[in-house]
């Protein structure tokens, strides 16, 4: 039997479970009943760190079609797909970076130097 991700429908708790491919729940430690997550698989993790993350925040439960086809293969192409469905692109480089903190020292050594060329000419 496959291995899936459920979570607690009562407390929240997301646990692995052995299950059949049919079974869509499974019971929690509290007692309560939990719904199967749908799940990319670890074959994919292991060669895509970025299929994690990217199918941690899609909204599992959404009737789009781009979604559900992500869901169904989360490949390269889908996860385009995905991006242009709900109006994202992605990251250019040196985006979201944070330009250095000005340094005072720095600028008054760069005043004091064009000062004195100036007074030199």
């Not at 052995?18 to 670890?42: D, F, I, P, Q, Y």
């Not at 992500?70 to 040196?94: H, K, V």
Request: with cysteine; charged share 30%; proline share 7%.
């Amino acid at each position: 039997m496959p291995l899936y991700d459920f979570e607690c429908r009562v407390c929240g708790r997301v646990f692995e479970a052995m299950a059949g491919m049919e079974e869509v729940e499974a019971v929690c430690a509290c007692g309560g009943t939990a719904k199967r997550l749908v799940s990319v698989g670890r074959g994919y993790r292991a060669d895509a760190d970025w299929l994690g993350s990217v199918t941690a925040v899609v909204e599992k439960d959404s009737p789009k079609p781009h979604v559900r086809a992500f869901l169904a293969d989360p490949s390269r192409a889908n996860y385009r797909r995905w991006m242009a469905g709900e109006g994202l692109r992605p990251q250019e480089a040196g985006e979201g970076r944070r330009a250095p903190a000005p340094r005072p020292e720095i600028a008054r050594e760069v005043l004091d130097r064009f000062a004195a060329r100036r007074a030199a000419s």
